[in-house]
């Protein structure tokens, strides 16, 4: 019995070691993955859980988003086999707080989180690596952590078997196994690769009965924008859009590796950003991007993809939050919440498309969803309104139609100041 089988469920950490697969640039047959022939039965029960996280791309930054210049067949290829949403929203337009309420469900004035200087879960604090453990999950987390540096704060203490990667972007000049600094670090032309090579190690070494859950949180295409040999140019723009081709590879391995594992046939795979773009990433139809609270910076791509129940092709266009991600998970695992309040809705009739709208406390029976900046609330949406409070766009508080009016080019406040008056006490209210 290898190393790996004997402990994975006791916390041991071993990197898988070698060379990443050798890639090849976007656009070819690199994502074209084929089942093995002699692949595995799947194993019943709840599924595998992927999480694919891309760290500061933009709205617009995916073929399947309409950018025309950008080659990600393998991604587009996700959303034309599963369900890509139109409105996916994260709480705080930056890192650290957007990492942490995907992992607890619970936004950052709850769980601690609030910016990115301010980087530790708060003390209780339960993480869905820790509630899909009790369910018997094997749990890994490859690539970015950004949620505290102390041994009592990583991966390992939070719910995870298997950590390997850094603590921030950029990563430095060490990853971290498990709750070691080690001397291994393959430069950052070749860091996309690396965590690919040790994502899918992780799924080829969890044991064929156990369900797992994989969180393969990227460096690319966040700044620098440094690729291997075998991706520079090849967007034809620039360095960003070559770091997104080979992000786009990257997903091409994970799922080729499902298939040739035969956990594809029970697996449930999320591919989405942590926040709006910076530099040369694009945030399409809508304005600004990363630590900005306007739609560019807080609405993200999102993709979910799971064979025979979340339809292939479809355009879910009801508003969603990453905070959504936790209760969803926990109900496809049969675990019940942990006493507490959560943030997020199980949104697992929305992804199957049993219903195509979620009802909630917002105004039109819509649902409501809160954005921060640090601790103090900046904006609310509710139903098909936006509001913004005075000083976090401009001097004066706007209200938008957000369903009309995407990029926000035009402030309805005067015409409807009944609505921007609920919105704003409903601020008070929350806070």
Known sequence: MSLWAAGVLGGLNIACGGGPATPTPTGSAAGGAVRAEAAPTPRPGPPDIVVILADDMGYGDLGVYGNPLTKTPNIDRLAAGGSRFDAMYVPTPICAPSRASLLTGRYGIRNGVTWNNDTVLRTGEVTIAQLLKTQGYATGIVGKWHLGAKVTQMPLRLGFDFFYGMMSSPPGTNFVSGEAVTNDFPGMDFLTQRLTDEATCFIRKTPADKPLFLH????????????????VGSAGWGPYGDSVQELDWSVGQVMKTLEETG?????????????????????????????????????????????????????????????????TFAAMASAPLPARDYDGVDISQLLTGEVDRIAGKGLGGGREFYYFMVSEIAAVRSGKWKYVRPGFRDALPVLYDIESDPGETNSLRRFNPEVATALDKRITQFK
């Open 216 to 231: 393969l949180a990227h460096h690319a295409p966040h700044s620098p924008n440094v690729n291997s040999p075998a991706f």
């Open 263 to 327: 956990r594809d046939r029970n697996a449930f795979v999320v591919f989405l950003s942590d926040n709006g773009p910076v530099g040369a990433g694009s945030p399409g139809p809508l304005t600004y991007g990363k630590g900005n609270i306007n739609e560019g910076g807080i609405r993200i791509p999102a993709i979910a993809w799971q064979p025979g129940r979340i339809p292939a092709g479809r355009l879910i266009k009801d508003p969603a939050s990453t905070l959504d991600f936790f209760p």
